[in-house]
């Protein structure tokens, strides 16, 4: 059987491999009926804080063709938050920086300079 990933799937794999982020892609076929896919893209937080993690599922169950069945993120201190896979996908690019992040990086700023 081949697999075609769905569409924002393949979107999220691309920008992963074009931003050097970890990723793995697990496919489930344990009902034929209603087989899945899972991704999940790591890479490296600010300085001494988690890395981000992001979790997709995609299933085929009732519709025969895959859906965003859930995604969830991690970041920063941040655990377990729901996202979509268009901020997913941001996320992998760097368009996008979580304000947790955003506000770490920037007290990591200040304490350099306060101690320099």
Do not use: N
Not at 54 to 71: I, P
């Amino acid at each position: 059987m081949t697999f075609t990933p769905p569409p924002a799937m393949r979107r999220l794999l691309d920008a992963a491999l074009a931003h050097g982020r970890s990723h793995v892609v697990q496919h489930y076929d344990i009902d034929s009926d209603a087989p899945w896919v899972s991704l999940r893209i790591v890479w490296p937080g600010p300085d001494g804080y988690p890395p981000y993690d992001l979790r997709l599922s995609w299933h085929t169950r009732d519709t025969g063709t895959y859906r965003l069945s859930h995604a969830l993120g991690t970041w920063g201190r941040c655990s377990g938050r729901t996202i979509t896979a268009a901020r997913a996908l941001r996320l992998v690019t760097g368009e996008e920086v979580p304000q947790e992040v955003a506000d770490l990086e920037q007290w990591a700023r200040e304490d350099l300079l306060a101690t320099h």
